[in-house]
């Protein structure tokens, strides 16, 4: 089936410090979503992208999905303690499809 | 707005015991979806309800689990009989949009 690989698994960084994540795929997706999820809780959607090439910021974050439609980043700057959290990406082939989350990337940050 | 509503929070049952799950979507999302979340992974679509029929079931394992959502507003997950491998936690999410999905605090569900 189809599935996704996010890349690191883990991330300690300084406050302050810029953060990169990304999330490859062997199958096309014609969407590419980030959420975060906080201890306890459910995700969170951050960012949608909806076309090939298209980058999206939402405040510190910004988004990109891939060319080729197989993979997608997510970079945070100048990250805040409150940004410690596990990040998952997430793709779908066709409008109304299921949703294929990736396995996470857990983030902490050292104030 | 309130948001997606689930109980219990926790819950912890012994092996081929049973165990239901309970789920308010946001007024008004027709859309209403249950994952599974294994420790260290990222949710797996169990269900999807749109209104009160089935759109996607193909990853429920339906010897032992069923779901519900009988008047297209709340829903019920039901584990009967409980494994070991069904602890994780169980999300219930809702939407109008199916990209843009609102999910609920989870049940953690611990099977001893």
């Known amino acids: 089936g189809q599935q996704l690989n996010q890349s690191p698994q883990s991330m300690f960084i300084q406050e302050g410090e810029d953060v990169s994540m990304n999330c490859t795929s062997s199958s096309i997706f014609n969407t590419w979503l980030w959420y975060k999820q906080d201890p306890g809780e459910g995700p969170v959607l951050l960012i949608a992208l909806y076309k090939a090439g298209e980058l999206t910021s939402n405040g510190r974050l910004t988004a990109q999905f891939g060319i080729t439609r197989k993979d997608s980043f997510l970079n945070i700057s100048a990250s805040i303690p409150s940004d410690v959290g596990i990040y998952f990406c997430a793709g779908q082939s066709n409008q109304g499809g299921k949703l294929i989350f990736g396995q996470g990337t857990e983030l902490s940050v050292k104030p | 707005e309130a948001g997606v509503a689930q109980s219990p929070r926790y819950k912890i049952i012994e092996k081929r015991q049973s165990v239901a799950f309970w789920c308010n979507p946001i007024s008004g999302h027709a859309t209403l979806y249950w994952y599974q979340q294994i420790l260290g992974q990222g949710p797996k679509l169990l269900i999807q309800?749109?209104?009160?029929?089935?759109?996607?079931d193909s990853q429920l394992p339906k010897d032992r689990f069923s779901a519900e959502r009988l008047k297209g507003v709340d829903s019920t997950l039901k584990i009967q009989p409980a494994k070991l491998e069904d602890s994780a936690v169980y999300l219930c999410?809702?939407?109008?949009?199916?990209?843009?999905?609102?999910f609920g605090p989870g049940t953690r569900l611990l099977v001893l």
């Open positions: 999410a809702s939407s109008i949009r199916t990209e843009t999905q609102y």
């Open positions: 309800f749109q209104n009160n029929g089935v759109v996607d």
